[in-house]
């Protein structure tokens, strides 16, 4: 091969290294880091229920559908659900969702402090306790920047946080350390610096192009040296006298 590609392969590699030293580390660590950590655990599965099972039978729902229906132009769907003693018929429609009574049929208001609380408990799994609950008019970005939900902090090791819709009390997420550790590598790894969900930012494209001409001039280097060695002269053997 041309000695002038060698020396060129040379050099972008070496200035090539220097530029993406600290990011493939990142990649190198973040992928460890969170292939460590089993997703269960990341979604918070062992801390908490995401929706708990109705103790109610459909005869528990004696509410008229009919005038419950009549009150919207379009209906995307309905369900029979609960909010934590109550029967609640959920209607999704293109304004929104909206919950009633499923026994009187009455429109459900917003749940009080009281009872998100006393919701958010009967979702958790561990022994905590609340250290904070306050209704955010938007909510960080660990809850996708949500409106209007309620977060609920307990005092345990992981810091365990619930995010409940304010409207109907419903557990909307649930976050600890684990995920916020595995969020910040995520963030490291896919090179989003911002909102950490886009997978195709240019930045990322362009060290992963920048990565690949690195591996590229590093293979070259390997090849100069098979070559030199398959050059290189036998030494010869001084004969006895």
């Known amino acids: 091969m041309n000695k002038r590609l060698f020396k060129y392969a040379r ?30 655990k990341v ?13 109610f039978l459909l005869s528990d729902y004696p509410a008229s559908i009919d005038k419950i229906k009549a009150q919207f132009e379009q209906i995307e769907g309905i ?13 999704t429609s293109s304004s929104g969702t909206f919950t009633f009574d499923g026994r009187t049929g009455a429109k459900m208001p917003a749940p009080s402090k009281a009872q998100i609380i006393e919701n958010a408990q009967a979702h958790l799994l561990i022994d905590a306790k609340i250290t904070q ?10 809850v996708g920047h949500k409106a209007n939900v309620w977060q609920i902090s307990f005092d345990d090791w992981l ?3 619930l995010y409940l819709d304010s ?11 684990l995920w ?4 910040f590598f995520w963030m490291l790894h896919i090179m989003d610096y911002d909102e950490r969900e886009n997978f195709n930012n ?40």
């Open 11 to 40: 050099k972008g590699h070496k200035w090539l290294g220097y530029l993406l030293a600290l990011q493939i580390f990142f990649w190198l660590l973040g992928g460890l880091v969170m292939s460590s950590l089993p997703l269960e």
């Open 43 to 55: 979604h918070g599965k062992h801390l908490a229920n995401r929706s708990l099972s109705s103790p």
């Open 79 to 91: 369900k029979y659900s609960h909010f934590l003693n109550t029967p609640i018929i959920e209607v």
């Open 133 to 142: 609950a306050q209704l955010l008019t938007k909510g960080p970005r660990e």
């Open 159 to 161: 810091t365990t946080t």
């Open 167 to 177: 409207q109907t009390g419903k557990v909307i997420t649930v976050r600890s350390t």
């Open 180 to 183: 916020r550790i595995f969020d």
């Open 202 to 241: 240019p930045l990322l494209i362009s060290f992963s192009a920048t990565s690949v001409l690195f591996c590229i001039t590093g293979v070259l280097l390997l090849l100069q040296n098979v070559r030199i060695k398959r050059k290189k002269p036998a030494t010869r053997v001084g004969q006895s006298k």
